[in-house]
């Protein structure tokens, strides 16, 4: 089912969206950016203003014998971005290939695959300030990030637009390879390239492709749960996959949690849990927006009957 928003808006540089603010009522007119909107669930028309990135440009601010900081504009798809840096010989975001979206978004949602997350990568995010329309540039510690969180999305919600951001690439090989069988499908002393190919082969075995059945990767956030939480439920499920998080804190995959409540397949109208990767929700090709939000109510109903554990959607519903 389509929405639509009242208005669409693109900028191509800082100064464009200075303009755009100065011109508008931030605390009137709803303003929503996108990257590629990968991510987002429209659940109904969106009464504002969405805005887009064309800011595409990239460049070497400094370099050593190490390592290479690359500053790059926020439209940038993220995933071209990882093919460049591996073609530069750089190291360091293989293992995020071919997730959706653009730099921007990625520096918002803490993008994270195979045991990397671009927080790793990130030095720093220059912003434009709604508000004020000044420039403010945030050091990856003033992010505050975490497991798909950022202060964008936290506490300063809807207050700055991402305009760059300048990440730190290795020169010298870093590889990352200890998550599931990465090491085993990377080959013998994998480049960057060698493991961007099997991450890709990976995801294009596990995930549906968003271009043919829409979706937005994995709906929900793994949770993270307390030990004793935990103890009790690996003591009826002995086979509970799970990773500690800290002493007192073990993360449990959402998607065998949902397998589990034996809601692989399982359709509401065009909308189902997609049967390779229970973790994501696909739209079958006539869903509508209803659809997904009950399917996910489901979800999180019967998984917090089963195991008093309440799933978090990393999906925004707008
Ligand atoms: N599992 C099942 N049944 C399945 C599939 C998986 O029980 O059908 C269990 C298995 O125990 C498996 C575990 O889930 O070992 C983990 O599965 P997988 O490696 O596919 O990863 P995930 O935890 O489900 C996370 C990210 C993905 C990312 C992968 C790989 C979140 C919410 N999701 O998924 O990110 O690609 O790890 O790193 O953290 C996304 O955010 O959109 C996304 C796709």
Request: charged share 20%; aromatic share 10%.
């Amino acid at each position: 089912m389509n929405v639509f928003a009242s208005q669409w808006g693109e900028y191509h540089s800082e100064d464009d969206l200075r303009q755009f603010f100065a011109r508008i009522n931030c605390r009137t007119t709803a303003v929503l950016p996108i990257g590629q909107g990968s991510n987002l669930l429209f659940t109904k028309n969106f009464e504002g203003i969405i805005l887009h990135s064309q800011m595409r440009k990239l460049h070497i601010v400094d370099e050593t014998a190490d390592y290479c900081l690359l500053r790059v504009e926020s439209g940038v798809v993220w995933d071209d971005f990882c093919g460049l840096t591996v073609n530069m010989g750089l190291y360091g975001a293989e293992n995020l290939s071919l997730i959706p979206g653009e730099v921007g978004a990625a520096a918002v949602q803490n993008i994270g695959a195979y045991g990397v997350e671009v927080k790793d990568l990130i030095m720093q995010v220059e912003t434009i300030d709604r508000l004020s329309g000044a420039t403010h540039i945030f050091s990856q510690v003033d992010c505050d990030y975490g497991y798909r969180h950022s202060i964008f999305k936290g506490s300063l919600k809807d207050r700055y637009i991402i305009t760059a951001v300048v990440f730190r690439l290795s020169k010298t090989p870093c590889l990352r390879l200890d998550y599931g069988d990465l090491w085993q499908r990377a080959g013998k002393n994998p480049t960057a390239s060698d493991v961007r190919r099997a991450v890709i082969t990976i995801r294009r075995s596990k995930l549906p492709d968003p271009a043919l059945w829409g979706n937005a990767g994995s709906f929900f956030k793994n949770p993270v749960i307390e030990l004793a939480h935990f103890e009790t439920l690996v003591h009826t499920y002995p086979d509970l996959p799970h990773f500690f998080a800290d002493d007192n804190h073990v993360k449990i995959p959402a998607a065998w949690l949902i397998e589990r409540c034996a809601l692989k397949g399982k359709r509401i109208g065009g909308a189902a849990v997609y049967e390779h990767q229970p973790l994501v929700i696909v739209n079958c090709g006539d869903a509508t927006p209803n659809d997904v939000v009950e399917l996910s109510q489901l979800i999180r109903e019967r998984v917090a009957a089963k195991f008093r554990i309440d799933l978090v959607p990393e999906v925004c519903f707008i």
